[in-house]
Nanobody
Framework: VQLQASGGGLVQAGGSLRLSCAAS????????MEWYRQAPGKERALVAT???????NYADSVKGRFTVSRDNAKNTMFLQMNSLRPEDTAVYYC??????????????WGQGTQVTVSS
């Protein structure tokens, strides 16, 4: 199984970006998916969570600006980021809990995509 994150880039403060995370390979079901980010010199931090049923949670720092969504048919998660700030600059990683059968679930990480917000 692979998680492929994409959509990062350089944007000015106040701008928008949309990240995608696609799971591929031998998949029975993709359960909870999450976005994390890691800024230089800081620990990796949770940004947003979405369950298979669509329940969402956000870090306080991104509430009202970021929206997480998913397409279960395509095993893909998205992160719409609006009103970006320089402090949103980080490498963004996707994380997913994936079942290969009805009985077993494993955790996977994507490779990260760089988001840079200039002031």
């Amino acid at each position: 199984v692979q998680l492929q994150a994409s959509g990062g880039g350089l944007v000015q403060a106040g701008g928008s970006l949309r990240l995608s995370c696609a799971a591929s390979g031998y998949i029975y079901r993709v359960n909870t998916m999450e976005w994390y980010r890691q800024a230089p010199g800081k620990e990796r931090a949770l940004v947003a969570t979405i369950t298979r049923g669509g329940d969402v949670n956000y870090a306080d720092s991104v509430k009202g600006r970021f929206t997480v969504s998913r397409d279960n048919a395509k095993n893909t998660m998205f992160l719409q980021m609006n009103s970006l700030r320089p402090e949103d600059t980080a490498v963004y990683y996707c994380h997913a809990e994936i079942q290969h059968s009805a009985n077993y679930e494993y955790e996977y990480w994507g490779q990260g995509t760089q988001v840079t917000v200039s002031s």
